[in-house]
């Protein structure tokens, strides 16, 4: 059934003209990996390398985050990988607001498709976007710097319990190597709690709301 849904859904991200980014991208990338992943990784936007590909994460960032993943032991072929928005704002632009809201039901869908345990958010777009979807308010998760590595024990949709852990974006540590160590350090934590390995005393909404 998932299956099912999952070639529709890509079949519409394929022809989808719901938002002024169709007509700059080269292809859409609606996203790649298994449909029974228990980590998915959600990004912001495709950059070059993947408009050309159709694929998510295959440029600069993507190999980083690949290495990242490697070095903790997984590989790119055991989680879900995809992006808040499905085709390149041009110039690598943030997307607006407009082109978040209107691409956002693919990435619902994808996320109800896939029920992973654990959703790792690349950059404060993905995790003020996600963290929306599970009930917290914008000024609480609007700042990546303060809510990295923090461990969101949600409902996401009302629907589907999932620890959500957000990170820098990958792109970001090109320019600023310090920042993969935080990216490895937090990837690595959702990693274990995906495995079962990390216990989380308490919901951490409580512990970020103090
Ligand atoms: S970004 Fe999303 S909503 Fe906009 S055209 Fe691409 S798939 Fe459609």
């Known amino acids: 059934m998932s299956q099912i849904e999952y070639e529709q859904l890509v079949r519409e991200i394929l022809s989808c003209t719901k938002c002024p980014l169709h007509r700059y991208r080269r292809r859409p990338v ?9 980590i998915m990784i959600v990004g912001e936007a495709p950059g070059e390398k993947e408009d050309e590909q159709g694929r998510p994460f295959v440029g600069p960032a993507g190999q980083l985050l690949t290495k990242i993943l490697n070095s903790l032991g997984i590989s790119r072929e055991q989680v879900y990988i995809t992006n808040v928005v499905k085709c390149r704002p041009p110039e690598n632009r943030d997307p607006t607001p407009e082109e978040i809201k209107s691409c956002l039901p693919y990435l619902i869908r994808q996320i109800l498709i896939i029920r992973p345990k654990v959703i790792i958010c690349l950059g404060r ?6 963290l929306k979807l599970c009930g917290l308010r914008e000024s609480e998760v609007s ?7 923090k461990i969101f024990n949600v409902k996401f ?3 589907h319990d999932v620890t959500v852990v957000p990170t ?3 792109a970001a540590a090109l320019y600023n190597p310090r920042l993969r160590t935080y990216i490895a ?8 709690i995906a495995q079962g390995k990390h216990r989380v005393e308490r919901s951490s ?3 970020y709301l103090g």
């Open 30 to 38: 609606p996203g790649e990996g298994r449909l029974d992943a228990e």
């Open 125 to 130: 777009h993905s995790a003020r976007e996600i």
């Open 143 to 149: 700042q990546i710097s303060k809510i990295r590595g």
């Open 157 to 159: 949709m009302g629907e």
């Open 168 to 170: 820098y974006h990958p």
């Open 185 to 192: 350090e937090d990837i690595k934590k959702a990693i274990e």
């Open 205 to 207: 909404i409580l512990d």
